[in-house]
């Protein structure tokens, strides 16, 4: 899993291998090996960037309602969301549709600018 972890992370975020590594170590360390972890043991930074990894759907959240004395309760839950994590893995480098403008020379834009 963590191989496939880091090559997600690299491909989603564009991140160097070492901090696509950190950052996996970091994820995995707060699962601790458990399939899933209960939303109120992690603080509001972990929180954050779970939320960012959701975002990317590299992490899901399941809520559970229960009553508790007399009121209804929820839990959230966090886990991986292991069939996306290993289609970003394998994706291919997606391409920046504005990166054709970047190989533009400046003096084209610039004679543009003249005419106009």
């Known amino acids: 899993m963590k ?35 209960e939303d109120m043991t992690i603080d509001k930074y ?15 959240i399941r809520r559970e309602e229960f009553k508790e004395k ?3 309760m929820r839990k959230y839950y966090w886990s991986f969301d292991n069939d996306r994590i290993k289609e970003v893995a394998v994706e ?4 920046d549709p504005f990166n054709i403008y970047k190989k533009i020379p400046k003096d084209a834009w610039m004679i543009q600018l003249k005419i106009n």
Not at 14 to 37: P, Q
Request: glycine fraction near 6%; charge should be positive.
């Open 70 to 72: 007399g009121k209804q």
């Open 3 to 37: 191989q496939l972890l880091i090559k997600a992370l690299k491909n989603r975020f564009d991140m160097s291998k070492e901090d696509a590594v950190a950052l996996a170590k970091t994820v995995e360390g707060i699962f601790k090996g458990k399939e899933e972890i």
């Open 92 to 95: 291919e480098k997606r391409e």
């Open 46 to 60: 972990v929180r954050a960037l779970f939320y960012d990894l959701q975002r990317e759907k590299l992490l899901k």
